[in-house]
């Protein structure tokens, strides 16, 4: 059998002090997330996140940096997961938005501070929410160019 784990992007997205989280059901359960998703067939990974900030959040984004690759496996689902998560730090008010989500998977968005984030530990899809949102805060900032796409 071969190993093959999902591929999937993220983005941290920031306005002043707060983040941007989306609400979605998972197992029946409301979970937390960044905007994230499934790398599509014929996408490069900023373009899958660019895609997926639009469809999740409604905002037309393009990520200022890479924070880096997460793996997970899911203790429920049996996958492995290797995240690429991504950052947009926003100095313009991001307005009203609303998700595009074609699959009508996410519920609402949502603005938390990091403490109030921290406070929904147990809410979260994953412990990757977690971790990304405490890289970016450490200060870890990877340039795009390390992604390398050779299509």
């Not at 190993?3 to 983040?19: C, E, H």
Request: aromatic share 12%; glycine share 4%.
């Amino acid at each position: 059998m071969t190993f093959r784990p999902n591929v999937t992007v993220a983005a941290v997205i920031r306005y002043q002090d707060r983040f941007l989280l989306v609400e979605e059901l998972d197992r029946r359960r409301h979970v937390f997330n960044q905007p994230a998703g499934h790398l599509e067939a014929g996408e490069s990974l900023y373009e899958a996140a660019c895609r997926e900030i639009k469809e999740e959040t409604g905002l037309t984004l393009t990520p200022d940096g890479w924070l880096g690759t997460y793996m997970y496996q899911s203790p429920y689902r049996k996958f492995t997961y290797l995240r690429f998560c991504f950052y947009c730090e926003l100095t313009t008010d991001p307005g009203e938005h609303s998700p595009q989500d074609p699959d009508n998977d996410i519920l609402a968005c949502h603005w938390k501070t990091i403490d109030e984030i921290r406070s929904m530990k147990k809410k979260l899809r994953s412990p990757m929410v977690m971790e990304c949102f405490e890289d970016y805060l450490n200060g870890v900032r990877l340039p795009l160019s390390a992604l390398k796409d050779r299509r």
